[in-house]
């Protein structure tokens, strides 16, 4: 009987849910390209941006997305969790590349190296693990879910202390507190920052949701503000939002999806309106420019800069101890030096590039593998909804960071020890997660 009723949930068709997130991805599509057709490419042209549409490239960016919703549905029937990472690497990878290609006449290897990334993305449900049931008791997940906060969020503050700049709550005096942090922030401390931030305050933050322990979540909304206030880093701040919104709005993967667009939609119509009475493209270019076409741009850089010169592995992860670089400064600072003549900004470098830096082509394949495979095993854990938030974090990660650097540096795997053991309860499994 249980067999028949896993069949019959496998082979539903796609539902409603699925495809009203389809079509809002599809609206935030043309929208972005008219944002770049009417705005981008001209205002932010000294950056390397370019209007060169090719009738011929767009028609074919059109048909190799109809090509990847049809996998999308596809991975649908499988997993609901998969398909909605699915949705959003099209819209974190696909979309502004392909504006890229067909709107600005860029090379065909870096759209094609995206398109592979996805490609090989959509056999992700054919990955599955066999979870154990290891796990801790109630008393002991606490312990060692709030003794790692603080075990890691101490030697910070003894670091930084209390001098904070409370303007950067209105995104001003950014890089003035970015660039003190910087100059303190060294060795342990700051792989420590990274952690906190993109894992363990986030699971923790979540954790005592669940749990209902709301002064406990305070605490850490209070840690998490805390450390976005001493070193100005927006991506801890907006991070923050992320989490909530996840968790608060939408119970289900699909109705978290479909409204996350939904804001995309409204913000995407609102912010030119708004920053006609700022007088400055404030929102346009902080947001919609610096989260997801400068990503897109970096990439054709990392591309054109590697396509012509000798190949890198192993800058940003450990095998650096054992390998020279063959350049005079780090490859980030090198790119921007290079493409836009700026020595002191580091140009940051998603999975797809980094795959490329490292390897060539092969390195493209065998990072979208490792990719898969880890959102594999996401899809057993049977995390609830209310996890959702991390992973979108994660993704952000690995779209402006390099691969390897991410599972440690990122705090991935201390995720995956903490879905193991103290998530791997009933309170946070989501039973019908891996079926549509």
Known sequence: MNKMLNYNLRTLPVTGAALRCVGLLSVIYLLLECYYFLFIAHRFDYMGFALKPDLIKYLFTKLCYLG????????????????FIYLLLIFFFYIPNSI?????????????????????????????????????????????????????????????GLNINFKTLILSDIYET?????????????????????????????????????ALAVFLLAALMYLYLISGNKIVYFSTF?????????????????????????????????????????????????????????????????????????????????????????????????????PDVYANNGIVSDGFMNLGMAGVLLFSVIFSVLFGLFASFRLRPAFTGIYFIYLYLVLSSPFLACLVTGGISIFILLAFTVFNQKLFLDSFQTTA
């Open 100 to 160: 890229l290609y067909s709107l600005g006449d860029f090379p065909n290897t870096p759209f094609f190296s995206n398109l592979i990334f996805l490609g090989i993305f959509s056999f992700s449900p054919f990955i599955r693990f066999y979870i154990p049931a290891t796990r801790l008791t109630s008393n002991s997940g606490n312990y060692f879910v709030y003794g790692l906060v603080l075990l890691m969020l101490i030697p910070i503050l003894l670091k930084f």
């Open 242 to 342: 992320i989490l909530l919104f996840f968790y608060f709005f939408g119970k289900k993967l699909e109705t978290q999806l479909s409204n996350f667009f939904i804001v995309i939609i409204v913000s995407l119509v609102i912010f030119p309106m708004i920053d006609s009475f700022l007088a400055e493209p404030v929102l346009a270019g902080t947001f919609v420019n610096r989260f997801l076409f400068i990503p897109a741009l970096l990439t054709q850089f990392y591309f054109d800069f590697f396509n012509n010169q000798p190949l890198f592995f192993a800058e940003s992860h450990f095998f650096n101890s054992f390998i020279s670089s063959p350049y005079p400064m780090p490859v980030g600072f090198l790119i921007t030096w290079v493409y836009w003549g700026v």
């Open 178 to 214: 970015r660039a003190k942090f910087s100059d303190k922030l060294h060795g342990l401390s700051s792989y420590l920052y990274h952690i906190l931030t993109k894992t363990v305050i986030p699971a923790a933050l979540i954790y005592s949701l669940i749990k209902r322990k709301f």
């Open 68 to 83: 990847l919703l049809l996998a999308s549905f596809y991975v649908m029937t499988h997993s609901k969790f998969l398909f």
